[in-house]
């Protein structure tokens, strides 16, 4: 039974709905579709799964991209309603005769939508039907001849019964199969006599340049014969590298590569000499971006990227933009879309994102009009341009620093929790983060919860004693749960304003370490929980995202369990222009970019500049 069917612009103007007497929707199904799916760009998916207590929807939608009408279909998903699709078609068709955009109101509708129902229905009900009335498919593989189908299921070892003999047909038959191939490649044609030289090309032609019945040979002989083809286009046996000896003399030692600064208690300066020596951090600066490249040379950029094979399409393309086009089909949006995925692909994007991207630029441009002298690369990449923006603007206020004086004038400290896998630099980034706190004149704590890693808590403590900064560490092999909750105790005490917890390093599916990471933010309630990722992964940033949060999740005790908030990329300095893993870590987990760690030194943290990043990837 359907529940609910929506029809309205992309303003969110609600021009048309249908309601199943009686039954009201459970939640807010709709909202969610729209902010989890229609604005993460995720539309160029088939149906949409919305869960509440009590139950369960399945959403199905359909774009009227020239008119701007969005056409949703909410029904229960233990239903699986057949004519959903067809009945949104159908609906999409009519509705667009009488649309007008300065109407409100289409109560006349009604009559045709329960019209345009009865036929979805009977269609599917007739195609049921004639499914079982009608006799099996036979399977087109079959043949006449008994000894090919059993071939090709007990590798031609059995004989058929209409055979009269063993002959050479069989014989070459049965060779070909134990290449892999289909006995039926001699069906048609002349057999070859035994032992010719047609046989023995088009058996090795089947198989590549790897002969499968050279490597049989070669085991029936004991295998006499591997040295020699492993020795083939080889001059000589490669001789065993020998350890060269020490040599010890009296020559002086060369110094040791030790870059750590060895700060004493007696030459700790204070926070404003710190900030003298490393400067402003770079999170109060605004990036400066060039625009000055012409759209000359975008396209430009944008056809050298193209394979010659495409050069014949590009130019009716060309020819196409003069007059224009009435609508945009699917077929016209491939090319220009496939060269967009590799080019996002090149800048290290997860391929399964960029396939659902273009994917969703393809659900929103169909249908549209082609203006006259527009070409439709222009036309996509402007439409992927504005995807990209979206998906990297936050979608809520990001602003630490009015969080954190709100939570001081609640008299309680800001509780900041970094997590991540090994090895990201989760306690140098913290340390820059505190930095910036400084400079903002917060009072600043650090707490050491990596009991797990040895020398995690001298390395915070490095940091703490350089920047001048209480640390809150109970050694290790303790539950960093209950050092973090002390810790935030003795915060409250000292009235430091903000904690920053520094959590061990683990693996997305190390169960152990992820369950006591679960319990340390159940029982802490953070207000931030910061995951640290790298900028130079790219499939695995999907990986390891979309793994925190199902563990966050699953081992939560809570029925609603908190998962990332907000993401701090490191190593932003050394992937050039691959920066697709800030695209594939927002476009996962819908957490925004909030911190970029671009260098060592206490200063090299910076906010993501969502227009460099967006013309970095359309580059």
Same mark, same amino acid.
């Given at each position: 039974?359907?529940?609910?069917?929506?029809?309205?612009?992309?303003?969110?103007?609600?021009?048309?709905?249908?309601?199943?007497?009686?039954?009201?929707?459970?939640?807010?199904?709709?909202?969610?579709?729209?902010?989890?799916?229609?604005?993460?760009?995720?539309?160029?998916?088939?149906?949409?799964?919305?869960?509440?207590?009590?139950?369960?929807?399945?959403?199905?939608?359909?774009?009227?991209?020239?008119?701007?009408?969005?056409?949703?279909?909410?029904?229960?998903?233990?239903?699986?309603?057949?004519?959903?699709?067809?009945?949104?078609?159908?609906?999409?068709?009519?509705?667009?005769?009488?649309?007008?955009?300065?109407?409100?109101?289409?109560?006349?509708?009604?009559?045709?939508?329960?019209?345009?129902?009865?036929?979805?229905?009977a269609r599917v009900e007739e195609m049921k039907k004639t499914k079982q009335a009608g006799k099996p498919m036979k399977n087109p593989l079959v043949k006449k001849q008994g000894q090919v189908q059993r071939g090709m299921f007990d590798g031609g070892n059995k004989k058929s019964e209409s055979?009269?003999?063993?002959?050479?047909?069989?014989?070459?038959?049965?060779?070909?199969?134990?290449?892999?191939?289909?006995?039926?490649?001699?069906?048609?044609?002349?057999?070859?006599?035994?032992?010719?030289?047609?046989?023995?090309?088009?058996?090795?032609?089947?198989?590549?340049?790897?002969?499968?019945?050279?490597?049989?040979?070669?085991?029936?002989?004991?295998?006499?014969?591997?040295?020699?083809?492993?020795?083939?286009?080889?001059?000589?046996?490669?001789?065993?590298?020998?350890?060269?000896?020490?040599?010890?003399?009296?020559?002086?030692?060369?110094?040791?590569?030790?870059?750590?600064?060895?700060?004493?208690?007696?030459?700790?300066?204070?926070?404003?000499?710190?900030?003298?020596?490393?400067?402003?951090?770079?999170?109060?600066?605004?990036?400066?971006?060039?625009?000055?490249?012409?759209?000359?040379?975008?396209?430009?950029?944008?056809?050298?990227?193209?394979?010659?094979?495409?050069?014949?399409?590009?130019?009716?393309?060309?020819?196409?933009?003069?007059?224009?086009?009435?609508?945009?089909?699917?077929?016209?949006?491939?090319?220009?879309?496939?060269?967009?995925?590799?080019?996002?692909?090149?800048?290290?994007?997860?391929?399964?994102?960029?396939?659902?991207?273009?994917?969703?630029?393809?659900?929103?441009?169909?249908?549209?009009?082609?203006?006259?002298?527009?070409?439709?690369?222009?036309?996509?990449?402007?439409?992927?341009?504005?995807?990209?923006?979206?998906?990297?603007?936050?979608?809520?206020?990001?602003?630490?620093? $009015?969080?954190?004086?709100?939570?001081?004038?609640?008299?309680? @400290?800001?509780? =900041?929790? /970094? *997590? #991540?896998?090994?090895? %990201? !630099?989760?306690?140098?980034?913290?340390?820059?983060?505190?930095?910036?706190?400084?400079?903002?004149?917060?009072?600043?704590?650090?707490?050491?919860?990596?009991?797990?890693?040895?020398?995690?808590?001298?390395?915070?403590?490095?940091?703490?004693?350089?920047?001048?900064?209480?640390?809150?560490?109970?050694?290790?092999?303790?539950?960093?749960?209950?050092?973090?909750?002390?810790?935030?105790?003795?915060?409250?005490?000292?009235?430091?304003?903000?904690?920053?917890?520094?959590?061990?390093?683990?693996?997305?599916?190390?169960?152990?370490?992820? $369950?006591?990471?679960?319990?340390?933010?159940?029982?802490?309630? @953070?207000?931030? =929980?910061? /995951? *640290? #990722?790298?900028?130079? %992964? !790219?499939?695995?940033?999907?990986?390891?995202?979309?793994?925190?949060?199902?563990?966050?999740?699953?081992?939560?005790?809570?029925?609603?369990?908190?998962?990332?908030?907000?993401?701090?990329?490191?190593?932003?300095?050394?992937?050039?222009?691959?920066?697709?893993?800030?695209?594939?870590?927002?476009?996962?987990?819908?957490?925004?970019?909030?911190?970029?760690?671009?260098?060592?030194?206490?200063?090299?943290?910076?906010?993501?500049?969502?227009?460099?990043?967006?013309?970095?990837?359309?580059?």
């Open positions: 039974m359907l529940e609910q069917l929506f029809i309205f612009t992309r303003g969110g103007l609600i021009l048309w709905t249908y309601k199943e007497l009686g039954n009201a929707l459970k939640g807010s199904p709709i909202d969610i579709l729209i902010r989890s799916c229609l604005l993460e760009e995720r539309s160029g998916s088939t149906y949409y799964n919305y869960d509440v207590p009590g139950a369960a929807y399945t959403l199905k939608w359909t774009f009227h991209n020239e008119l701007g009408l969005i056409f949703v279909a909410v029904y229960q998903r233990i239903l699986h309603l057949l004519y959903v699709d067809d009945l949104l078609t159908m609906v999409k068709q009519e509705f667009s005769k009488i649309y007008d955009p300065k109407r409100t109101l289409y109560n006349d509708f009604d009559d045709i939508f329960q019209q345009l129902r009865k036929e979805a229905e055979e009269d003999d063993g002959g050479e047909e069989d014989k070459i038959k049965n060779r070909s199969l134990e290449n892999g191939d289909s006995n039926c490649r001699f069906e048609n044609e002349e057999l070859p006599a035994k032992g010719s030289d047609k046989v023995k090309e088009d058996v090795s032609s089947k198989t590549g340049a790897f002969d499968v019945n050279k490597l049989h040979k070669l085991r029936s002989k004991g295998g006499k014969k591997t040295d020699t083809v492993v020795k083939k286009g080889s001059k000589a046996e490669p001789k065993k590298i020998m350890k060269k000896n020490r040599v010890w003399d009296d020559s002086p030692s060369q110094p040791k590569l030790d870059f750590t600064d060895h700060v004493n208690e007696d030459e700790v300066q204070n926070v404003a000499a710190v900030a003298v020596d490393q400067g402003e951090s770079m999170m109060d600066k605004e990036e400066i971006i060039n625009d000055s490249e012409s759209e000359e040379d975008e396209e430009e950029t944008y056809k050298d990227r193209k394979v010659d094979t495409k050069k014949k399409w590009w130019f009716s393309s060309m020819f196409q933009s003069i007059a224009g086009k009435a609508n945009l089909e699917k077929a016209d949006l491939e090319l220009p879309l496939k060269a967009l995925k590799d080019m996002l692909m090149t800048k290290n994007v997860a391929e399964e994102i960029a396939e659902k991207l273009c994917e969703s630029v393809a659900a929103n441009l169909e249908g549209k009009k082609q203006a006259s002298f527009t070409r439709i690369s222009s036309i996509v990449k402007a439409a992927m341009e504005e995807a990209l923006v979206r998906i990297l603007t936050p979608k809520h206020s990001i602003d630490i620093l $009015r969080d954190v004086h709100t939570a001081k004038e609640q008299g309680k @400290p800001y509780v =900041v929790v /970094f *997590v #991540g896998v090994n090895g %990201v !630099g989760k306690s140098t980034n913290l340390a820059k983060v505190a930095y910036w706190l400084l400079q903002h004149k917060i009072n600043v704590m650090m707490a050491a919860c990596d009991t797990f890693r040895s020398g995690a808590v001298e390395q915070l403590r490095t940091h703490a004693r350089r920047l001048q900064i209480p640390i809150f560490e109970k050694g290790y092999e303790k539950d960093p749960a209950i050092v973090a909750k002390e810790a935030i105790e003795e915060a409250s005490r000292n009235g430091s304003d903000v904690v920053l917890v520094d959590t061990a390093g683990r693996m997305q599916d190390n169960e152990p370490l992820m $369950r006591a990471l679960s319990k340390l933010i159940y029982v802490n309630t @953070p207000d931030l =929980v910061l /995951f *640290v #990722g790298e900028a130079l %992964v !790219g499939n695995d940033a999907v990986d390891q995202l979309s793994k925190f949060n199902q563990k966050l999740g699953d081992l939560s005790p809570s029925p609603n369990p908190r998962l990332i908030d907000g993401i701090l990329l490191t190593k932003f300095d050394t992937i050039d222009d691959k920066v697709g893993a800030a695209l594939s870590m927002v476009y996962i987990s819908g957490a925004p970019v909030m911190f970029v760690g671009c260098g060592q030194s206490y200063t090299d943290l910076k906010k993501l500049n969502v227009k460099s990043i967006v013309k970095t990837l359309l580059k």
